[in-house]
């Protein structure tokens, strides 16, 4: 691939989970290993383009060149996301941010109570909504559904939903695909168009889905 391709462009990729935490050594998170937005990250830096890497906590080692913004919490990944995302030609939704987080977070250590304890959660934003509904300077933003059922119907969804202009589909019911998995296969759906992309590994999906971004930006 032409090493020049996304030269003088500016990505932001999120990546990995978000950690929500109750109190000072507890947390709530999930499975995601970050790996398919490190790829993105690694895929766009091969396409010459200047990139920013925000994620959570993973195991894996930054791409060299990648600018990268370390976050815990959703709140914190918000918050790296809008101070990038106006300088950003490509903003590309790739984390699994926790959909809620502890409504008050103890100061102190929670102590063991009775046989039931009751966490209240609220909302977290949703980040690439937020990216999407930027009025000055919105870069072209891409989102990813990860669904186990009816997926091109609910990723056309949130394709609408959440205004952006691009979402990457993932069957994550095929337990050998997806989340740790090194491979995956991703549908792309657009407003008006779609394209499927079979099974392979993650690195070269990710090649493909900047290839198919670059198409669809007028320079
Ligand atoms: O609605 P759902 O969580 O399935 O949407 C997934 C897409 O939205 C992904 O691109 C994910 O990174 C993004 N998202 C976000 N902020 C949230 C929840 C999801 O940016 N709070």
Redesign the pocket.
């Known amino acids: 691939e032409p090493a020049t391709l996304l030269a003088d462009v500016t990505i932001t990729v999120?990546a990995g989970p978000t950690r929500e935490p109750l109190d000072p050594v507890r947390f709530i998170s999930n499975h995601s290993s970050g790996k398919m937005g490190y790829a993105l990250a690694h895929a766009a830096l091969m396409l010459g383009a200047k990139v920013n890497l925000i994620s959570g906590p993973v195991n894996i080692e930054p791409p060299q060149g990648v600018n990268l913004v370390s976050v815990e919490s959703?709140i914190q990944m918000r918050d790296a996301a809008l101070k990038l995302a106006g300088s950003s030609d490509i903003f590309i939704?790739?984390?699994?941010?926790a959909?809620y987080r502890v409504a008050q977070v103890a100061e102190q250590k929670i102590k063991k109570q009775g046989d039931e304890m009751t966490i209240t959660m609220i909302k977290?934003?949703?980040?690439?909504?937020e990216v999407a509904g930027l009025t000055k300077n919105r870069p072209y933003t891409v989102?990813?559904?990860?669904e186990t059922q009816n997926v091109e119907q609910y990723a056309k969804g949130?394709l609408k939903n959440?205004n952006l202009d691009m979402i990457c589909a993932n069957d994550v019911s095929n337990q050998a695909l997806g989340f740790n998995s090194n491979n995956n296969a991703l549908t792309l759906f657009w407003h008006d168009d779609s394209v499927e992309l079979g099974i392979a590994d993650k690195q070269a999906l990710a090649m493909n889905v900047l290839l198919e971004i670059a198409k669809r930006l007028d320079f």
């Open positions: 999120t959703a939704g790739c984390a699994a941010v959909d977290n934003p949703d980040i690439i909504a989102g990813f559904a990860a949130k959440k």
